[in-house]
């Protein structure tokens, strides 16, 4: 009796589980399948935003892109700049992506690229910012600038290295200043290095080597901005652009010197001889490597009477950049904003700014030279660049420009 009543207990048992099992099935006729169904997503074009020369970056907006898919999806950045962000200078990704509730993605992306236009030629050579005080304007000063045009030097310039009352330096030797060395060709002033088939014998030395100077006949003053676009000579000697106080009595106008670039093409690999017991100066080394890159700008107080020595405040050892002055032209700029605040820029972009040792107040002479160092003492001519081209040993300036500030 007890063996027929299990049984039946398990047959009911086995009766239900066979039910519980086919039960959904049976309700609906139908089988569940996987969603592999991948979203579709379309990304916008490339979008392309021009800005000014001394703006860094825009504000961009653009619609978030749209995906189908045979259930739903949901979109997401996930690289890139959010629209309504300030894009900067350059291109930037933006990649979004499309997910469905099965986690199938699918990504698209487009890129946002800000250009700058060119700098313009009604205020200095800029990018990327903008010095220019509100309710100002810059001006170019005519006589203090040249876009070397034609082919003759303009009576902007005095090509004399002794300027009666002015300035007094026939080079430093054994580089002589001639003025034959200049000349104004195809758009450009070139200055030409050069080693002399035989010495040119003047003030009791005979010079090896010859170079050029120039002085414009007006002179900066603090509030102004000079650039120069330039390209250093290929030779030992060098590539300048310098502004200078006058001769004069240093008890009443002191003397400064404000150098924005001072280069080298090469390193000859020597030093100027020593005298007996004299030792060459240990920053000789320093200032040859310093001249092979980048822009040296220095703010001096040259030795006189009423200084015991120079005091020169200059570059900082980061600052500068470290290009290769004789391989390109570049645009050397100084904003002489007041006479402690001075400025400087390469190729239009802010680079450093150097406080003097005394107030920069007096008016300085534009200066372009191309001379000989003492801690690039000449060695030999081929070794040192001197048989190469003539366009190659110069010094070359395709412009000079100085602008002053004024009312709106």
């Not at 935003?49 to 949901?74: C, H, L, Q, R, Y």
């Not at 890139?80 to 990504?107: E, Y």
């Not at 810059?138 to 009576?155: A, N, P, Q």
Request: a negative charge; aromatic letters at 10%; hydrophobic letters at 35%.
């Amino acid at each position: 009796m007890k063996t027929k009543k299990t049984l039946r207990i398990l047959h009911v048992m086995l009766l239900l589980f066979t039910i519980s099992c086919n039960t959904d099935d049976d309700k609906t006729g139908i089988v569940s399948e996987i969603d592999t169904e991948v979203p579709v997503i379309q990304c916008l074009s490339n979008i392309t935003v021009s800005i000014s020369a001394t703006e860094t970056g825009i504000i961009v907006n653009f619609p978030k892109p749209i995906a189908t898919d045979n259930i739903s999806a949901t979109v997401t950045q996930i690289k890139g700049i959010s629209p309504g962000k300030i894009f900067l200078v350059g291109t930037t990704t933006n990649t979004f992506q499309a997910k469905d509730a099965a986690g199938n993605i699918s990504v698209c992306s487009f890129d946002v690229i800000i250009t700058r236009e060119t700098p313009s030629l009604n205020m200095p050579y800029l990018i990327g910012n903008n010095p220019t005080p509100t309710g100002k304007k810059w001006v170019k000063m005519e006589d203090l600038s040249d876009e070397f045009e034609g082919t003759s030097i303009s009576s902007n310039w005095d090509t004399r290295s002794v300027v009666p009352g002015r300035f007094n330096w026939l080079g430093r030797f054994p580089g002589l200043f001639q003025v034959e060395n200049m000349s104004v060709v195809d758009g450009e002033l070139r200055m030409e290095a050069k080693k002399e088939v035989e010495p040119i014998n003047l003030s009791n030395k005979d010079w090896t080597h010859t170079g050029a100077i120039i002085r414009s006949n007006a002179f900066v003053k603090p509030g102004m901005f000079i650039e120069a676009k330039m390209k250093t000579t290929t030779t030992i000697m060098s590539g300048t652009f310098w502004i200078q106080a006058p001769s004069s009595d240093c008890t009443i106008l002191p003397k400064t010197e404000l150098d924005v670039t001072e280069s080298i093409g090469r390193s000859s690999g020597k030093f100027k001889p020593t005298e007996p017991g004299e030792e060459v100066p240990t920053w000789y080394a320093n200032a040859r490597e310093d001249f092979l890159q980048g822009m040296n700008a220095t703010a001096r107080e040259r030795t006189s009477a009423c200084t015991s020595k120079a005091v020169n405040r200059g570059t900082p050892s980061d600052k500068g950049g470290t290009f290769s002055p004789s391989e390109d032209f570049h645009v050397y700029g100084f904003h002489w904003e007041d006479p402690t605040k001075l400025h400087f820029y390469i190729d239009g972009i802010y680079s450093h700014s150097i406080v003097p040792s005394i107030p920069f107040n007096t008016p300085m002479a534009i200066i372009m030279a191309i001379e000989t160092y003492d801690f690039n003492w000449p060695n030999d001519a081929e070794a040192d660049g001197f048989n190469e081209s003539k366009i190659d040993r110069s010094t070359r300036y395709k412009w000079v420009r100085t602008w002053n500030l004024e009312d709106e």
